[in-house]
């Protein structure tokens, strides 16, 4: 509850202003007021705070079912990229891009208004958690304590279970450094929210700079031993949102190993190499040529929804274990998108089960591979999974990662 101070000092007798000073003095103030009323009303979005090279807005983005008020803030650079992240489920709404003709247009998958976020079953831009991707059975050990989740995919447990993290509404701060602008949001999941113990506390910093990289860290802490594998679900189209499919793009991973998938889609525990499979983008291919090959990985996922292993090293030049994990290009716009961590793995996901039933920001429908996904991560169902690197998460051992979005053109340079 919010209070506020008396500023009525003890009562004075009233003084006799004459009327021409009073008229004038009138006419000075509703012309500051309506000044100040012309700087504020800009589509009720406010500037909030400046960094270097940056600023972030905020505006009010309606309310989820429950009737909580869910924040639009709105990251820009100088070079005139925006981001837009909303409050509920820490999601990404759009990401405004040049082309190489310096055309802007919105690169990420989203919609207007929170009905389409609250309506939509696609966990389009959010974060997921407490644990992203698939958990076989919905059923895990820790510590020898079984624990059962919700099984909504199939047999499985998916993102986070009935109510994740994408539809929760997180907290929001504002920062501001020599980076450019930042906002960090927050939210503590209690103590068996969707089955998983411990009560743990989730933050993601978006950060945008001035050479148009989105950077997102997270960091994870609990009370109690866990298990927690956070990512973001953003879906990309470097054509522009609502344009077609993502057939043309040309992919590169970093990656020469995958972990195969049976027909429910959890891993079988194989490591296996990329080579000679739909998987191997170890050098620049169409995400379309072998999407559709005759294949079992492929008829398994529709196409790919595969965790791939990031084991090429470190990248040259790069610090604090940032790895390069992906390079797209998109031949018609010339825009390209980079991808660093520090995680292990990485979902490559083609959109296959978007089926035209959400309609984006643009008006138009999302259909069958409309966006990809390119998911940093540790592997999916890692907690049932010994020789994958563990998820495992204890209250004396923070758990953080940093993930990179960098935008560009093939013609720069």
Known sequence: METTASVLGPSRPPVHVPGGIARAACLVLALVLAGCASRSDMSGVQPRAEGTGGAIRQQAFGTTPAGDPVTLYTLSNTGGMEVEVITYGAAIKAIRVPDREGRIANVALGFDDMAGYAGQTAYIGAVVGRYGNRIAQGRFTLDGQAYRLAQNNGPNALHGGLMGFDKRVWAASETTGPEGPGLTLTYVSLDGEEGYPGNLTAEVTYRLTDDNALTLEYRVTTDRPTVQNLTNHAY???????????????????????????????????????????????????????????????????????????????????????????????????????????????QVYSGNFLDGTAVGAGGRAYGRRSGFCLETQHYPDSPNQPSFPSTALRPDAPFTSTTVFRFGTDGQG
């Open 236 to 346: 990309f189209n470097l054509k522009g949102e609502g344009s077609g499919d993502i057939l043309d793009h040309e992919l590169t991973l970093d990656a020469e190993r995958f972990t195969p998938i049976d027909a429910t889609l959890i891993p079988t525990g194989e490591i296996r190499s990329v080579a000679g499979t739909p998987l191997d983008f170890t050098e620049p291919r169409r995400i379309g040529d072998r999407i559709d090959a005759d294949d079992e990985q492929m008829r398994f996922a529709g196409g790919y929804d595969h965790n791939v292993v990031l084991d090429r090293g470190l990248a040259s030049g790069l610090t604090g274990g940032l790895r390069r994990a992906a390079f797209v290009r998109e031949p018609s716009s010339g825009r390209t998108l980079e991808v660093l961590t520090t995680q292990p793995g990485m």
